[in-house]
């Protein structure tokens, strides 16, 4: 049987749901099945943050399970190309124009 947790991003006014098996899953697969389902691609998991929306206490650790038909707000951080957070705008940063540090983002067709 197929099981959901619903999602809403915090500025966001409407809420969306991911399916899964079982009654239970994973707040790191959480993340996953969101950046899926609203294109950040394979690696845009990273970028989100996950909180409880009875509490709204952040839930850091990836392991945690969440029950099903659960509702959790999703807020996006920014991904930091250095380790000089806050130090320089982008496009001055030491990484710019570097290939190993672009991100590459395909869409699925």
């Known amino acids: 049987m197929a099981s959901v947790v619903h999602f ?4 966001a006014l409407q ?3 991911v399916s899964f098996e ?6 790191g697969d ?21 909180y409880d929306s009875s509490t709204n206490e952040e839930i850091t650790d990836d392991s945690k399970l969440i029950l099903r038909n659960t509702l959790v707000l999703v807020k996006r951080t920014p991904v930091t ?14 990484t710019q ?3 190993a540090f672009d991100r590459k983002r395909v869409r699925v067709p």
């Open 97 to 99: 124009g570097d290939p």
């Open 30 to 50: 959480v993340k996953r099945l969101v950046a899926l389902k609203r294109g950040l691609g394979p690696e845009g998991y990273t970028e989100l943050r996950l």
């Open 8 to 11: 809403r991003f915090k500025n």
């Open 22 to 27: 079982g009654s239970v899953i994973q707040a």
């Open 81 to 94: 190309r250095c380790e000089l957070v806050g130090e320089h705008w982008v496009s001055d940063c030491p």
């Open 15 to 17: 809420q969306d749901s």
